[in-house]
């Protein structure tokens, strides 16, 4: 099967977060939120088994992306790693030097969100943000669902191609919540098991699925 062509350009977030299972469910309301907006998700975990380095993959999905969320609140010490992760920041800087350094022209720019746990997390961690304000998720989905909705209805206008208004933060979060009590009966339909649908090894799939049943229920 040929692979699916990449998401226009004005309508991809690139999201830029830790690939774990604890953030498993943050990441979930994330691109939730973000189709639910209207736009196209795009993760460096979309394509497997290509030539190219993860680098240059993060790149290119960098280059075809006018918006990107980036999660800085894991860069921390923990039991099992000594030292911080810094896989997150990298990314981020990336985005800031596409955003600075290869324009789009004017009415075609390109815009980031930076999300953190905690209120001045980002500051400490990331000195040279100052000036650029952070939303806060405190590690809760549907605060995250808010942030993420805030940041893309402010783009929304003149990008997508219906102009329709976004639904409102506590809508999205709503129809997060009836998807997620619907997956396991749509997992099974399609032969996956909820263990594997709740896995990262499957996010593909979790987002067609999630995808198929926004356009199944656009209330």
Same mark, same amino acid.
Not at 75 to 86: D, G, I, Y
Not at 159 to 165: I, S
Not at 168 to 174: L, P, R, S, Y
């Given at each position: 099967?040929?692979?699916? *062509?990449?998401?226009? /350009? $004005?309508?991809?977030?690139?999201?830029?977060? *830790?690939?774990?299972?604890?953030?498993?469910?943050?990441?979930?309301?994330?691109?939730?939120?973000?189709? $639910?907006?209207?736009?196209?998700?795009?993760?460096? +975990?979309?394509?497997?088994?290509?030539?190219?380095?993860?680098?240059? &993959?993060?790149?290119?999905?960098?280059?075809?992306?006018? /918006?990107?969320?980036? =999660?800085?609140?894991?860069?921390?010490?923990?039991?099992?790693?000594?030292?911080?992760? %810094?896989?997150?920041?990298?990314?981020?800087?990336?985005?800031?030097?596409?955003?600075?350094?290869? *324009?789009?022209?004017?009415?075609?720019?390109? $815009?980031?969100?930076? +999300?953190?746990? @905690?209120?001045?997390?980002?500051?400490?961690?990331?000195?040279?943000?100052?000036?650029? =304000?952070?939303?806060?998720?405190?590690?809760?989905?549907?605060? +995250?669902?808010?942030?993420?909705?805030?940041?893309?209805?402010? &783009?929304?206008?003149?990008?997508?191609? =219906? &102009?329709?208004?976004?639904?409102?933060?506590?809508?999205?979060?709503?129809? %997060?919540?009836?998807?997620?009590? =619907? +997956? *396991?009966?749509?997992?099974?339909?399609?032969?996956?098991?909820?263990?594997?649908? @709740?896995?990262?090894?499957?996010?593909?799939?979790?987002?067609?699925?999630?995808?198929?049943?926004?356009?199944?229920?656009?209330?």
């Amino acid at each position: 099967m040929a692979a699916r *062509p990449p998401p226009a /350009f $004005d309508v991809s977030v690139f999201v830029n977060c *830790p690939f774990d299972n604890q953030y498993k469910p943050l990441l979930d309301a994330a691109l939730f939120a973000i189709h $639910d907006c209207g736009f196209a998700a795009r993760t460096a +975990l979309e394509v497997s088994g290509s030539g190219v380095t993860r680098l240059e &993959k993060i790149a290119r999905i960098i280059d075809g992306s006018r /918006f990107s969320i980036h =999660d800085i609140s894991r860069v921390e010490l923990t039991a099992s790693s000594p030292l911080p992760r %810094f896989n997150m920041p990298f990314e981020c800087g990336l985005a800031f030097g596409a955003l600075h350094y290869k *324009p789009r022209r004017k009415g075609r720019e390109r $815009d980031l969100l930076l +999300l953190a746990a @905690e209120r001045f997390q980002d500051k400490r961690t990331l000195s040279d943000l100052a000036g650029q =304000d952070a939303a806060y998720h405190e590690a809760q989905p549907h605060l +995250l669902i808010k942030a993420v909705r805030r940041f893309l209805a402010s &783009k929304a206008h003149g990008v997508l191609a =219906d &102009k329709l208004t976004v639904r409102g933060g506590q809508a999205i979060v709503n129809r %997060f919540a009836r998807f997620n009590a =619907d +997956l *396991p009966a749509m997992a099974a339909h399609v032969n996956i098991s909820v263990a594997e649908i @709740e896995s990262l090894d499957y996010l593909p799939e979790w987002l067609n699925l999630a995808t198929r049943w926004q356009a199944a229920n656009l209330r």
